[in-house]
Nanobody, 126 residues
């Protein structure tokens, strides 16, 4: 069974940076496509970014492109989300997700992922 555990969330001010981590256990980490999503109160879960198996390919939602970076360390079974120039609208619970099926690494929808972490809260004050 694959388990994902996010960490690194917190309360920060507008314009600052934060790095989230997501550690995986179980399965073969390098087989996973990994994604980050976020969900604000009363809203649907929103795609943030994703990374392919080797870390050589990434893509992002338009709302975070140029500010957020997804990376992974397959030796540490960990995926990261570096968030720069944070804005109040980035406030949400952030989730990492993993897909082990390997058919495609273009997975911008929650339904494309099999495993999910419990989420970590990010709050950006104005």
């Amino acid at each position: 069974q694959v388990q994902l555990l996010e960490s690194g969330g917190g309360l920060v001010q507008t314009g600052t940076s934060l790095r989230l981590s997501c550690a995986a256990s179980g399965g073969i980490f390098s087989d996973f496509v990994l994604g980050w999503f976020r969900q604000a109160p009363g809203q649907e879960r929103e795609f943030v970014g994703a990374i392919n198996w080797t870390g050589g390919g990434t893509y992002y939602s338009d709302s975070v492109k140029g500010r957020f970076t997804v990376s992974r360390d397959n030796a540490k079974n960990t995926v990261y989300l570096q968030m720069n120039n944070l804005k109040p609208e980035d406030t949400a619970v952030y989730y990492c997700a993993a897909d082990p099926r390997g058919a495609s690494w273009y997975l911008p929808h929650p339904s494309g992922y099999t495993y999910w972490g419990q989420g970590t809260q990010v709050t950006v004050s104005s």
